[in-house]
């Protein structure tokens, strides 16, 4: 990359931007037919009831309610991640930050979609907003459900400004770039920019108030999403290691997320010579740490729920223990630490094709932890008699399926709409400031701190 | 005013013959699902009686516990509700407003007795069904939960009867439609507010007990058992 000038680099990252491949189109359309088909499904349910879904008396939450936890918990991929490295400083972050804050602006969007989605009368879901209305009666404010509510819209705003703020000198880059209705479009978004040294002085400020803001939004959102089980009087649920854990687990499989999305769009884009080893070395050894305090804190939940040995909770940890939960308890634990972690610690298996494999297997490891905190501690509650037992329907699989499809091709659009890594910030980073091949995207002096 | 509603249940007079569980169904317009559904563990028996078995074959006793909403004092039911459908009322009821649920079933998963149902689908009865609905109780339709509300309806009808006849209401008076169509007369219902009536004298007997109590849910329902049903060690 040292060797890169920086019209090398703008053409290089403005590649992706122009024009789209056979395969592209067919990958695209495949990826919508997911969606149309979970639309449909979503649709159906909305039609003939929830009875569609898998979801019955005792195991009222199920697939949506973890894919809500689970989006959620990638997107703090990003955010956290990029906001951490940016305070820090960290020089290697520059390729890195813009597809981490994309990750967590469109995982959350599909995640803010689930508590909607699992609703028994999803119509009326506008009533947790906080408006006066002619019914004369304002959201319950102690049900978590509603610090979720605002919780998620903080984050989703805050989180969509931080990913913006850094675009906006390279929109305007491709505003001058461009000609036509193109022109018109990233002229309106680029918000009127030239590059002055008063408008990079602000750009720096902005990004340095939003980088500080974003990290405690980040930590209470999943906080709060674990309250959402927390507060319950439910076995297993009812604890106060949950929102600690919920934080680690989401940013664990966030950068499980991020080191994938890299590693494909290494591929695909042709950017190998812009996500190197060391980017992959580096989030490996992050994924490392966050394996282990996954395990630590799997390790500390069972050992003293096991060793209070109360009945009720004792129910649901020999259930999935040893019981019908098992196979998926020990794929879990396989997922997100006995296969990671030897992939992660030795350095010679530290590459981009083993850390990609390790973030895999712990995107399906987290997963399962979503499932296993909520469908074992539902099934088995106080009363033995009314245990009971939860597989979901087709219907729960299709909408499912539908947003893991639903991420790939918004993230698919993106990378044809902006370029995925920030053309301005790689170009800042080079040792020597050579002059700029397009003054408007190089950052000035009165910018740079 | 002031009427604290609760119920105490003999355990030892309960021989399981669920009748508590039909009346229940016929007085709150509670439809059935079918067999399907109710294979899929849909049913909404706002009312149920638990079986537990006791003992080695072929020495077996067999125990039954009627279980429906315990009408907590500190329900975990009502305070996780976004849209206040589960509140709590002025006397001392868990109440559910269906036209405010938007199915979270949150409550549902709070209430460590699964004593909430919800509606899968929207209710049907077929003809001739539809002619015994109650016009005392509305129907709830898709998507919302519900559960025993202690008969509300009779209460809120026995409490305007008394008003009108300017008197108070008496003991025993009224009745929620299990208590009154129980054959061994194992249910008793009342007002606890009042240290006189006999579910108050229930409740402090000795032989009393809350259901998981340990919880501090604060139920408004009395277990009365033997000693013997805590188990063998206290036999």
Redesign the interface.
């Known amino acids: 990359m040292a060797a890169k000038t920086p019209e090398q680099i703008t053409d290089d990252l403005l590649r992706p931007l122009s024009g789209i491949s056979g395969r592209y189109a067919v990958s695209a359309a495949f990826l919508a037919g997911v969606i149309v088909a979970a639309l449909c499904a979503f649709f159906w349910q909305v039609y003939a009831g929830l009875g569609v879904s898998g979801l019955r008396w005792p195991v009222f939450w199920g697939f949506y309610i973890t894919n809500f936890v689970f989006w959620i918990g990638l997107s703090h991929a990003g955010t956290l991640i990029s906001a951490i490295l940016r305070i820090a400083n960290a020089t290697w972050r520059r390729p890195v930050t813009r597809c981490a804050e994309v990750i967590t602006v469109f995982a959350l969007s599909i995640g803010a979609t689930f508590p909607v989605i699992h609703l028994g009368r999803p119509w009326l879901a506008f009533w947790l907003f906080p408006y006066p209305s002619e019914r004369g009666l304002w959201p319950n404010i102690r049900s978590p459900l509603l610090w979720d509510f605002f919780a998620i819209n903080t984050y989703l705003m805050s989180s969509v400004t931080f990913l913006l703020l850094p675009m906006v000198p390279d929109l305007a880059l491709i505003r001058d770039r461009a000609t036509g209705w193109k022109k018109k479009i990233y002229g309106a978004v680029a918000l009127g920019w030239t590059g002055t040294p008063k408008q990079w002085h602000r750009l720096e400020t902005a990004m340095h108030i939003m980088a500080i803001a974003v990290i405690p939004v980040a930590v209470s959102v999943h906080s709060i999403v674990s309250w959402d089980f927390a507060m319950a009087p439910v076995p297993m649920w009812h604890s106060t290691i949950f929102a600690p854990y919920f934080v680690a687990g989401a940013i664990f499989s966030g950068i499980a997320a991020l080191i994938l999305a890299m590693a494909l769009l290494r591929k695909l884009l042709r950017l190998e010579e812009y996500l190197l080893p060391i980017h992959f070395e580096n989030l490996g050894k992050l994924l490392l740490v966050m394996s282990l305090l996954w395990f630590y804190f799997v390790f500390a939940e069972r050992l003293t729920a096991w060793y209070g040995n109360e009945t009720g909770e004792m129910a649901v940890f020999w259930v999935t223990q040893h019981g019908s939960y098992s196979p998926l308890f020990w794929a879990m634990v396989a997922c997100n630490f006995l296969i990671p972690f030897p992939i992660l610690a030795i350095k010679k298996l530290r590459t981009i094709t083993g850390t990609a494999i390790a973030s895999f297997t712990i995107v399906i490891g987290m997963w399962l932890e979503r499932y296993l905190i909520i469908v074992p501690s539902l099934s088995h509650k106080y009363l033995t008699y009314s245990w009971g037992a939860y597989r979901p329907s087709w219907v729960e699989i299709t909408i499912t399926a539908g947003t893991f499809c639903a991420m790939g091709l918004l993230y698919m659009i993106f990378s044809k709409v902006v370029p995925i890594i920030s053309i301005w910030e790689l170009k800042a980073g080079l040792k020597e400031r050579p002059q700029a091949a397009h003054a408007v995207a190089q950052p000035n002096e009165a910018g740079a701190d | 005013m002031g009427h604290q509603w609760g119920m105490a249940i003999d355990l030892d007079r309960c021989n399981g013959c669920e009748a508590c569980v039909v009346a229940c169904h016929a007085e709150n317009n509670i439809s059935t699902v079918g067999e399907d ?1 109710a294979a ?4 909404k028996h706002w009312i ?1 009686v ?3 078995y006791e003992g080695e074959f072929p020495d077996v006793s067999v125990k039954f ?1 009627p ?1 429906f909403c315990q009408q907590c004092d500190a329900a ?1 039911c009502e ?6 459908a589960s509140y709590h009322t002025s006397e001392g009821l868990n109440g559910q407003v269906y036209n ?7 409550c ?3 209430c ?3 004593a909430r ?6 209710p049907v009865w077929e003809k001739p069904l539809n002619l015994q609905l109650n016009p005392d109780v509305s129907v709830r339709e ?4 519900e559960k025993c509300t202690f008969c509300v309806q009779r209460i809120k009808a026995a409490e305007i009867q008394a008003a009108a006849e300017k008197r108070d209401l008496k003991d025993g008076e009224l009745k929620p439609a299990c208590v009154q169509s129980c054959p061994t007369r194992a249910m008793v219902f009342g007002d606890l507010s009042d240290p006189e009536s006999e579910v108050s004298r229930l409740a402090n007997s000795s032989r009393g007990t809350r259901l ?1 109590g340990e ?3 604060r139920p408004k329902v009395t277990y009365l058992q033997r000693d013997s049903w805590h188990g063998s060690e206290n036999a």
């Not at chain 2, 898709?142 to 939960?145: A, D, I, L």
């Open positions: 559904q899929r563990s849909r049913v149920r638990e079986r537990y516990m279980v975990p305070p996780v509700c976004p849209t206040f405010r649920c938007i199915g979270t079933r949150y549902a998963n709070a460590p007795y699964n149902f919800f509606n899968f689908f929207n898709v998507g919302v939960m998981l919880l501090g849910t």
